[in-house]
């Protein structure tokens, strides 16, 4: 990276960036890595964790050629930080559980926004707005639930999310475009609790999602003549017998829903 932004013999383009021109190749690495690992495909993980870890080592140099940090640095920022967010392994703290873990975790990480000087002290604080919105949203809830504002088992948080799609049918019927992109904001923040309390990564639930469609649509495009000229009681049927043939193909038995359910 040294060379390539080297002022006289490096890369016109390399020479040319800078921290906002690169951060949105950063994060598409990052998806590119969790797209890998919903595929399972280790091979792909490999060259994109070295995707990433350019991006790392680009940032790094960027901020050596004007003296702020180097990639030592980077390096030596992150084994401080995990030796002290980990006192029960590397100090004499006790942590007996997962749960001991989180909750030292919490308090080491407001015991340094407070050294930092910062002054939120809402028990929110610490959440990035840069996050992805399904991310903010569950870390959003997981903060609140630390200090009991949760519902305390999945049949409330069900509630929830049927209670905001017939608040979403309501706008959809007033023809009130503002509210019912509000209450399909809410419907979906409801999801990421639910997510939240089943401990399950809406992202990658949503990705393998999109890969299933992906695949079957693909299956039923080979599959269909025509594919234009069909109405949607033979795409229909075409997307079933897709869905059967793959699911076949994986040794798993289809299930009985259609087209419509994505």
């Known amino acids: ?34 797209d890998a690992i919903a595929r399972d495909d280790l091979v792909d993980l490999k060259d994109e964790l070295g995707d990433l870890l350019l991006q790392v080592v680009f940032h790094a140099r960027m901020a050596e050629e004007i003296g702020a940090f180097a990639f030592a640095d980077v390096v030596q920022a992150i084994c401080d930080k995990m030796i002290r967010r980990h006192p029960h392994v590397f100090a004499d703290a006790t942590a007996n559980n997962e749960a001991d873990v989180k909750d030292n975790w919490e308090k080491i990480k407001a015991k340094e926004r407070a050294d930092k000087g910062e002054q939120d002290q809402s028990a929110l604080a610490g959440i990035s707005g840069g996050l992805p919105a399904m991310t903010q949203a569950v870390k959003l809830g997981k903060k609140a639930s630390k200090v009991g504002f949760d519902w305390p088992n999945i049949d409330g948080v069900l509630d929830k999310v049927h209670e905001e799609v017939d608040e979403l049918k309501v706008e959809l019927e007033s023809g009130d475009r503002e509210r019912e992109e509000s209450e399909f904001g809410d ?76």
């Open 1 to 34: 990276m040294a060379r390539l932004r080297d002022p006289a013999e490096g890369c016109p383009w390399d020479l040319q960036q800078d921290f906002r021109s690169i951060a949105p190749y950063t994060i598409e690495e990052a998806h590119e890595v969790a």
């Open 187 to 262: 419907l979906l923040f409801a999801m990421m609790n639910y997510a939240r309390h089943r401990k399950i990564d809406p992202d990658m639930a949503l990705r393998a999602a999109s890969l299933k469609f992906e695949q079957r649509f693909r299956q039923m495009e080979q599959d269909v003549d025509d594919f234009a000229s069909k109405n949607i009681d033979e795409l229909e049927a075409a997307w079933q017998r897709a869905k059967h043939k793959l699911s076949t193909q994986l040794g798993a038995e289809p299930a009985s829903d259609g087209a419509s359910e994505l």
